[in-house]
C-alpha cells in the first residue's frame, strides 16, 4: 500500500474509532467519512462493510489480547494471569459500545470479518483458564465459550448507564465466582 492510502486508511480508521466509541456500532458510515472529510465512496473503498471498518478497529486489540494472554501465560500465577486477562479484555470490549454482540455472532459465523480474531482472543483466554483449572485455581464447570460469554456480559453491564457505577463490583464478584480460591 502507498504511503499516502496507509495515511488515508490510518486516518479513517482513527474517526471512525471515535465515533463509534461515542455513538456505538451503528454509527453512521456516511456520519464517519464526513467527520473523516471524505466522501462514502472513499470510506467503501477502503472498508466495503461496516463488518470490514470493525474488523480493522478491532484486530489490533484483538491481537494484543492474544499476546497478553501468551504473556500471562508464562509469568505469574495462574489465578492472577487470567484475572488480569480477563480485565483486559472486558476493557477493550467495552471500548467500542456495542460490539459484544458483534463479538457473539462473529464466533459463530467463520464467513465473518471478526471471526478469526474472536476466535484467537476466545482460544487465549481458554488457555488461561485450563492453564488455571489445573493448578486447582478455577471452576473446572466452565470453558472458553463460558469466559467469553463472561466478558461479554462484563463489558455489557459497563456500557448500561444504570450498572456502569457498579461494574467493577460486579466484575469482582465474577472473577471470585470463575476462581475456586
Known amino acids: 500500500m502507498r504511503a499516502d ?5 490510518d486516518h479513517l480508521l482513527a474517526v471512525a474509532g471515535a ?16 467527520r473523516a472529510d471524505v ?9 466495503p462493510t461496516r463488518e ?3 474488523d480493522a478497529l478491532l484486530r489490533t486489540s484483538f491481537d494484543e489480547l492474544t499476546a ?3 504473556e500471562l501465560e ?4 495462574p489465578e492472577d494471569a487470567l484475572v488480569s486477562w480477563l480485565r483486559d479484555c472486558v476493557a477493550v470490549a467495552r471500548e467500542y459500545r456495542g460490539v459484544t454482540e458483534l463479538m457473539a455472532a462473529a464466533i459463530e459465523d467463520p464467513e465473518s470479518a471478526l471471526h478469526a480474531s474472536c476466535v484467537a482472543m476466545r482460544a487465549a483466554g481458554a488457555r488461561l483458564l485450563t492453564r488455571a483449572q489445573a493448578a486447582g485455581a478455577a471452576r473446572t ?8 460469554a463472561l466478558v461479554a456480559a462484563l463489558a455489557w453491564l459497563g456500557d448500561q448507564s444504570a450498572f456502569a457505577p457498579r461494574a467493577e463490583h460486579l466484575f469482582g464478584v465474577v472473577a471470585n465466582a470463575v476462581l475456586t480460591g
Open 5 to 9: 492510502a496507509r495515511k488515508n486508511r
Open 19 to 34: 465515533a463509534i466509541t461515542e455513538q456505538g456500532v451503528d454509527a453512521s458510515l456516511r456520519d464517519i467519512a464526513r
Open 39 to 47: 466522501g462514502l465512496a472513499t470510506l467503501l473503498r477502503h472498508f
Open 52 to 54: 470490514a471498518l470493525l
Open 68 to 70: 497478553r494472554a501468551a
Open 74 to 77: 508464562a509469568s505469574g500465577p
Open 141 to 148: 464447570d466452565i470453558d472458553g465459550a463460558d469466559l467469553f
